[in-house]
Nanobody, 124 residues
Framework: QVQLVESGGGLVQAGGSLRLSCAAS????????MGWFRQGPGQERDFVAA????????AYADSVKGRFTISRDNAKNTMYLQMNSLKPEDTAVYYC?????????????????WGQGTQVTVSS
């Protein structure tokens, strides 16, 4: 069993930056792929980024490519999402998730463990 806890959300002006963290406990996630998703009001949960176990392979949604960077520190059992040049349309609850395999995936149904989410609000 894996417990995931996100932190680092908040309110920021457009053009600003935030760094989200996802701390894992209960089982090491160091051998598995992880990802970030987001869900805006009245919207579906959308893929943001994913990373393999070593951090050597990453994938991003087109909407965040070039602005967001996913990374991980397996020694700390923690994953990060550095978000720069934030836009009002980035406003959402951000969730971290872990798979039980190392392949990168963008579908939420292919992730087995989820955090409770952290709110990111970008004002214009």
């Amino acid at each position: 069993q894996v417990q995931l806890v996100e932190s680092g959300g908040g309110l920021v002006q457009a053009g600003g930056s935030l760094r989200l963290s996802c701390a894992a406990s209960g089982r090491s996630v160091g051998n598995y792929a992880m990802g970030w998703f987001r869900q805006g009001p009245g919207q579906e949960r959308d893929f943001v980024a994913a990373i393999n176990w070593s951090g050597g392979n990453t994938a991003y949604a087109d909407s965040v490519k070039g602005r967001f960077t996913i990374s991980r520190d397996n020694a700390k059992n923690t994953m990060y999402l550095q978000m720069n040049s934030l836009k009002p349309e980035d406003t959402a609850v951000y969730y971290c998730a872990s798979r039980s395999y190392n392949n990168l995936r963008s579908r939420s149904g292919e992730y087995d463990y989820w955090g409770q989410g952290t709110q990111v609000t970008v004002s214009s």
